[in-house]
C-alpha cells in the first residue's frame, strides 16, 4: 500500500512565500512521475507542476518564474517552492505520483495525496 502525505499549508499574505512538501511512502518500487496539482473552489483541478525522475520539469504558465518544484528520489518527496504568491494561488494543493510498487512490477499506478489548503490573503 502506498500514501502520499503533503505538508506546508498555510495562510499567508500576497507577495509571500510558502513550502510544500509531499512524501510517498509504503512499498514503492520506482516512481516515475511526481506533481502538485490544485483545485480552487468552483473550479477543475489543474496541474502546477510536474517533475519526473530524471529532473525534467513541466509547470502552468500562471506559476513559471513564481514556483520551483523539486525532488529528493532518496526520500521519495516532491516539493514545491512557491514564491510571490497571489489571491489567485489559493486552492486545495495536491500531491501526485505515478508509482511501481513491489507487489506489481508491471504496472504504475496513479495515487494521490489528500490536499493541504493554500490561502493567499491580499
Request: one cysteine or more; proline letters at 0%; aromatic letters at 4%.
Given at each position: 500500500q502506498v500514501?502520499?502525505?503533503?505538508?506546508?499549508?498555510?495562510?499567508?499574505?500576497?507577495?509571500?512565500s510558502l513550502r510544500l512538501s509531499?512524501?510517498?511512502?509504503?512499498?514503492?518500487?520506482s516512481?516515475?512521475?511526481?506533481?502538485w496539482y490544485r483545485q480552487a473552489p468552483g473550479k477543475q483541478r489543474e496541474l502546477v507542476a510536474r517533475i519526473i525522475s530524471g529532473?525534467?520539469?513541466n509547470y502552468a504558465d500562471s506559476v513559471k518564474g513564481r514556483f520551483t518544484i523539486s525532488r529528493d528520489n532518496a526520500k521519495n518527496t516532491v516539493y514545491l517552492q512557491m514564491n510571490s504568491l497571489k489571491p489567485e494561488d489559493t486552492a486545495v494543493y495536491?500531491?501526485?505520483?505515478?508509482?511501481?510498487?513491489?507487489?506489481?512490477?508491471n504496472s504504475v499506478y496513479d495515487y494521490w495525496g489528500q490536499g493541504t489548503q493554500v490561502t493567499v490573503s491580499s
Open positions: 500514501q502520499l502525505v503533503e505538508s506546508g499549508g498555510a495562510l499567508v499574505q500576497a507577495g509571500g509531499c512524501a510517498a511512502s509504503g512499498s514503492i518500487f516512481i516515475n512521475t511526481m506533481g529532473g525534467s520539469t495536491y500531491c501526485n505520483a505515478l508509482i511501481r510498487t513491489a507487489q506489481a512490477l
